[in-house]
Structure formats: structure tokens, C-alpha cells
């Protein structure tokens, strides 16, 4: 195991998850006013002057429109710069709580932040001229640790970098890039994150120690979950289970919600079955009565993951009751009710379609709606469940009647009527509808793989005479010419 992670505090991702909530249309005011209050202790308590000034300005701060401010003018609703900004919903809330500007705070946090920053830059002075460079990179650290708590992510991220230059163990500097990640994940500035991502895999594949190559798996799957790649995301995140120690990324109950979400979508329905219903890990999460007392005693298991096969005498079992209970980013992790979640995967893997939409609609208002790396998507999440349903009851019939599934669903025959004709005019769904006599009959029309092999060898084969020939005409070798 190589050594402890550094760099790994700051920033903390809930306070951007703070900002989030309270410009969400979607959340309660409840949540709003506790967003508030977070943010409004975060910034005092941390003194992030600079990160205040970006949120609350009365001329520059992304809460306000353009040259109005925030106390004066509540209820205003967001600017278009606002809309680009990762931590900001795009649809402005109805409520009118908002995050007022005080000269007075900002000025003392200001003071705290240049008394705090001489004393970082005397400490890096005194170790300049007296002490070697291990003192000099831990106090070159320090400064990059501040900028980052206090939420100026170009000094920090420039900090960062001065720090990498500085080191030479590989451990250190892979924890510097991820220490980057975190700060564009901060900000959701995705070309930033994907950047680094691809930098930290290249510093993990000279010689990253183990720890840190899971901690890149879900730096990566979430990353992906932004892109809209859960087919990517999916098995990272899931690999990330039984190891996760990231958490000053996210709680180990939102990793869970992430791995079933992108595993739901995207897994195939055997694969879903194995990684997602069955996994013992979310189902000490999920889970109710027998199963999930046997997956917290450790009875049930999904067993090492191919990776970990060759280093299983070095692991040890994992206490999933103890996950999440140790949180890095100084606050206690909220109760969660997973009941829609583990509804959405187990009527989904059952096939009980009516239950499905149900949860489905559940898990959009109380998952997808509230959390800032699942909202920017959520309109496709629910339309691919969707044809993942309807897929998955048309692959067992040659012919349904439409007021049939419709029923099956818990929609009316209109509805699934104009659902599916989207699905089948975009190629998703391989079959026809016909209303012209009855109520209407859905027909399917299943590939025919063997004849489709058939085809694209008969078509790879006529590529290759036509290749030969024109080579033949080229090289042109007569008798004659051979000898």
C-alpha cells in the first residue's frame, strides 16, 4: 500500500452542492433555507472571501443578474451567464431565499485571507533560506490548500501546479491532480476535469499504488456520470464499491445511488443482474430484512472483481456498516430513503412495469431533481428507462396488444402509443404499431442475426474480390514479367 493521500480536504464538494439547492427549482424551501444556512457557515468558517464575492457581488456574483443585487432584488431570476456555471441550476427557483451581500463580512474575510496569506508566505521565506525543499513543498502545499478552501480555483489550481513541479514521489503529485479534479468538479468545469483525468491515469500507470488507482475509479465514474456516459461509468463506479475510500469526493450512500443509476441504464440484463441486484454492497444499502443483514455480516459476497484476483491474499473483508460513517468534509451524512431506488431495481429486473413508472417518477423527484451531477441529464435518464422497459417486455413477444401494455404500464394507449412511435422512428425500438383495425397491435420485428452475418459476409467478401482486382490491374504480372 503506498502512502496516505494528501491534498485530499479541500475543497469541499458539499458547498457546491449548497449552491446547487438553493438556485433548484425542484427543492423544498426547507432545503433551500438549510442550504443557506450551510453556505452561509461554510463561508465564515472557512472565511472564503473570494468564493463569497463570486456567488454574492452585487455587480459580478453568479446569483445576481447583471447589475442588480441579491438583497435589493430577490426573487430576480438567474442570469444567462449563471446558466453556464456548473454549480448553478439552469431554471431559477419560485422561492425567494437568496444569499445576501454584506461589505462588512467580505471586508473581514478579506482581512483573513492577507493575514493567513503572509504568514504562508513568511513560513515559505524561512524554508527557502533555511530549511531544504521537503519544507519548501509542504509550505507551497499550504498556500495551494488555501486557496482552494477558500474557493479561488485559478490561484488554486496555479498553486497546485507550482506544488507538482516541486515533487518528485509519485504518490504526491497523483494526489495533486486529483486535488485539481476536485476543484473543477467544484466549479462542474468539465474540459478542465476530463484533462486531469487523463493525466492522473497516466501518472497511476507508471507505478500509482493500489489505493490511489481505485480512488481514480470513481474520480473517473462520476466524471462520467456528468458526460452522460454511463455505459462507461458504470462498471467504474461499481469496481469502486468494495474499495471506495474517496470521500472527500462524495458519501459512500451517494456512490451507491451513482453505481445503481448508471448500472440501471446501461448494464445488460444479465450483467444487471449480477452487479446491481445481487451485489452485496448495495444491498447492505438497498436492501431489507434477511438480505441486507446478510450483506452487512459479510455472508453474502460478490467476490474479488478481476483486477483484485491477483492481490486477494493482501485484502481483507470490508465492514460495509462502517462506510460512510467517516466522512472527510466535516459534515454528517443526511438520512437517505433508498425505498424508490431499490423499488426501481427490482421492479425493473422483475418485470413489474406499472411498479416501474411509479419509482421511476419517485426516484426523478427525489434523486435526479435534487442532485447537481444527475439534474443536468435527468431528461434522458428517464427517457432511456423507459425504453429499457419497453425493450425489455417486447423482446419476449412477437405480438402485443397495445392496450395490453398499456395496461401492463399504468399508461393510457394514447401515451404509449406517441411514446413508442419516438423510439421506433429513432431505430431504438425494432417493431410497428397498427391501430388501423382493433384497438391496436404492436408487432415486433426481431433482427435476424444469422442472416445479418451472412450478409456482412457476403458484403466483406465482394470488398475484398473488387480490393484484389484493381490490385491486379496495378501490379499487372504477366508471365513474362515474373521471370
Excluded at 485559478?154 to 486535488?179: P, Q, R
Excluded at 444527475?374 to 413477444?397: D, G, N, P, T, V
Aim: aromatic residues 8%; glycine residues 8%; neutral net charge.
Amino acid at each position: 500500500m503506498g502512502s496516505d493521500p494528501q491534498y485530499a480536504k479541500w475543497p469541499l464538494l458539499p458547498v457546491s452542492q449548497h449552491v446547487f439547492t438553493l438556485t433548484n427549482a425542484y427543492a423544498s424551501k426547507a432545503a433551500q433555507q438549510s442550504a443557506a444556512r450551510a453556505l452561509q457557515d461554510a463561508i465564515a468558517q472557512d472565511k472564503m472571501a473570494p468564493f463569497y464575492r463570486y456567488l454574492a457581488h452585487p455587480i459580478d456574483g453568479i446569483l445576481n443578474t447583471i447589475g442588480e443585487g441579491g438583497a435589493s432584488a430577490p426573487g430576480k431570476p438567474l442570469s444567462r451567464k449563471s446558466s453556464l456555471v456548473g454549480m448553478v441550476a439552469t431554471k431559477p427557483p419560485a422561492t425567494t431565499i437568496t444569499l445576501p451581500w454584506d461589505d462588512g463580512l467580505f471586508n473581514k474575510l478579506k482581512e483573513d485571507n492577507d493575514r493567513e496569506l503572509e504568514e504562508i508566505q513568511k513560513e515559505e521565506d524561512e524554508a527557502v533560506e533555511q530549511a531544504g525543499d521537503t519544507e519548501v513543498i509542504a509550505a507551497k502545499g499550504k498556500r495551494a490548500e488555501f486557496w482552494a478552501r477558500v474557493g479561488d480555483k485559478d490561484k488554486a489550481i496555479a498553486a497546485y501546479e507550482s506544488v507538482f513541479e516541486k515533487t518528485g514521489i509519485l504518490g504526491a503529485k497523483i494526489d495533486l491532480v486529483l486535488a485539481i479534479i476536485r476543484m473543477g468538479l467544484f466549479y462542474g468545469d468539465k474540459p478542465l476535469v476530463k484533462k486531469h483525468i487523463e493525466r492522473a491515469k497516466t501518472l497511476v500507470d507508471t507505478g500509482g499504488d493500489w489505493d490511489r488507482r481505485n480512488r481514480l475509479k470513481a474520480y473517473e465514474g462520476l466524471h462520467l456520470i456528468t458526460l452522460r456516459s454511463h455505459n462507461l461509468a458504470a462498471p467504474l463506479l461499481l469496481d469502486s464499491l468494495s474499495t471506495f475510500t474517496s470521500y472527500e469526493l462524495c458519501t459512500y450512500s451517494s456512490l451507491v445511488v451513482y453505481s445503481v443509476l448508471a448500472g440501471s441504464v446501461s448494464l445488460k440484463r444479465v450483467d444487471f443482474k449480477s452487479k446491481v441486484v445481487d451485489a452485496p454492497e448495495i444491498k447492505a444499502i438497498l436492501g431489507d430484512g434477511e438480505d441486507k443483514l446478510l450483506a452487512l455480516s459479510g455472508a453474502l459476497s460478490a467476490g474479488p472483481s478481476a483486477e483484485d484476483a491477483s492481490k486477494s491474499s493482501a485484502t481483507t473483508a470490508v465492514n460495509l456498516t462502517t462506510l460512510g460513517t467517516t466522512n472527510e468534509q466535516g459534515e454528517a451524512e443526511l438520512a437517505i430513503d433508498f425505498s424508490p431506488l431499490a423499488l426501481l431495481v427490482s421492479s425493473l429486473y422483475n418485470g413489474n412495469y406499472k411498479t416501474f413508472f411509479q419509482s421511476l417518477a419517485d426516484v426523478e423527484e427525489k434523486f435526479l431533481n435534487q442532485d447537481r451531477y444527475l439534474h443536468e441529464h435527468k431528461s434522458w435518464f428517464i427517457r432511456e428507462m423507459r425504453l429499457r422497459a419497453y425493450q425489455q417486455l417486447l423482446q419476449s413477444y412477437r405480438v402485443v396488444g397495445l392496450e395490453s401494455m398499456a395496461n401492463d404500464f399504468g399508461v393510457t394507449v394514447d401515451f404509449l402509443d406517441r411514446d413508442l412511435a419516438r423510439f421506433i422512428a429513432a431505430g431504438r425500438i425494432p417493431c410497428t404499431i397498427d391501430r388501423v383495425t382493433g384497438k391496436g397491435v404492436i408487432e415486433t420485428n426481431r433482427p435476424d442475426d444469422k442472416n445479418k452475418q451472412y450478409q456482412d459476409v457476403v458484403r466483406q467478401g465482394d470488398q475484398l474480390i473488387t480490393k484484389l482486382q484493381k490490385y491486379g490491374q496495378a501490379v499487372r504480372l504477366r508471365g513474362s514479367e515474373r521471370a
